[in-house]
């Protein structure tokens, strides 16, 4: 597991670096609802959202592993993001900020994703991210002599593409990002981790669908209700 290890710490960097430049080449896309609040506020809600993301990472992601009666502790991408989300509203709700507050983090999450799912893939079969068997000529063999659904580079290159046409859009459209474009990345994140959990061996939960299907129709759910209740009133 030390190459996966290594390109944790190689995710992180690369997640503050592009945090940083996003942040100093958009200083508009910070996030709006502190203006005007205390710093200390700001800094409380980043330990919330890193406590949301360490905890839900783990919990959803020993339960998964736990699921398929495998022993052991595990860790979850989609299982940190919705407890970030969780944890982001609720401290939200009590500092009574209604404003979006999640594009800022959003390009430094998604090179955590991408970063980090490359490290999933090289890992291979000790990793448990790899897909279901494939006859497709990129399947791929992990050392077993089975060829399976590289579903951790179909991730990692997806979000890299959102990721393109997010940088490539914000110029022209920052508004538009800045009110709805957090929203945006969970329903771009969910809906496609969704379609690659049917390529994976993950054992169902309730009719057919893994415990990540369910928690990506959750934080759906909540995508669409957000950029919803976020479109301008018209009067």
Same mark, same amino acid.
């Given at each position: 597991?030390?190459?996966?290890?290594? =390109?944790?710490?190689?995710?992180?960097?690369?997640?503050?670096?592009?945090?940083?430049?996003?942040?100093?080449?958009?200083?508009?896309?910070? @996030? /709006?609802? =502190?203006?005007?609040?205390?710093?200390?506020?700001?800094?409380?809600?980043?330990?919330?959202?890193?406590?949301? #993301?360490?905890?839900? !990472?783990?919990?959803?992601? /020993?339960?998964?592993?736990?699921?398929?009666?495998?022993?052991?502790?595990?860790?979850?991408?989609?299982? !940190?993001?919705?407890?970030?989300?969780?944890?982001?509203?609720?401290?939200?709700?009590?500092?009574?900020?209604?404003?979006?507050?999640?594009?800022?983090?959003?390009?430094?999450?998604?090179?955590?994703?991408?970063?980090?799912?490359?490290?999933?893939?090289?890992?291979?079969?000790?990793?448990?991210?790899?897909? /279901? @068997?494939? /006859?497709?000529?990129?399947?791929?063999?992990?050392?077993?002599?089975?060829?399976?659904?590289?579903?951790?580079?179909?991730?990692?290159?997806?979000?890299?593409?959102?990721?393109?046409?997010?940088?490539?859009?914000?110029?022209?459209?920052?508004?538009?990002?800045?009110?709805? !474009?957090?929203?945006?990345?969970?329903?771009?994140?969910?809906?496609?981790?969704?379609?690659?959990?049917?390529?994976? @061996?993950?054992?169902?939960?309730?009719?057919?669908?893994?415990?990540?299907?369910?928690?990506?129709?959750? #934080?759906?759910?909540?995508?669409?209700?957000?950029?919803?209740?976020?479109?301008?009133?018209?009067?």
């Amino acid at each position: 597991m030390l190459i996966h290890n290594v =390109f944790d710490v190689l995710a992180l960097i690369s997640a503050v670096l592009v945090s940083r430049w996003f942040r100093r080449r958009y200083p508009d896309g910070r @996030p /709006t609802g =502190f203006a005007n609040r205390p710093v200390a506020l700001y800094h409380a809600y980043l330990i919330a959202l890193l406590l949301g #993301l360490v905890v839900g !990472g783990l919990l959803f992601g /020993t339960l998964n592993l736990h699921l398929a009666g495998r022993p052991g502790i595990a860790k979850s991408m989609l299982g !940190g993001v919705f407890g970030a989300i969780v944890a982001a509203e609720a401290f939200k709700v009590f500092a009574g900020i209604r404003q979006s507050t999640g594009l800022y983090f959003v390009p430094g999450l998604i090179m955590l994703i991408v970063v980090g799912r490359i490290g999933c893939f090289l890992a291979g079969l000790p990793d448990f991210t790899y897909g /279901t @068997p494939t /006859t497709l000529p990129w399947g791929v063999d992990f050392g077993d002599g089975i060829h399976r659904h590289p579903v951790q580079l179909y991730e990692s290159l997806t979000m890299l593409a959102f990721l393109i046409v997010l940088l490539l859009s914000y110029p022209r459209r920052a508004a538009f990002w800045q009110r709805q !474009g957090f929203y945006v990345f969970v329903m771009v994140y969910a809906g496609q981790r969704f379609l690659w959990e049917f390529l994976k @061996p993950y054992p169902p939960v309730l009719v057919g669908l893994n415990l990540f299907h369910w928690l990506c129709l959750a #934080l759906l759910l909540y995508a669409v209700f957000m950029l919803k209740r976020s479109l301008p009133r018209v009067e």
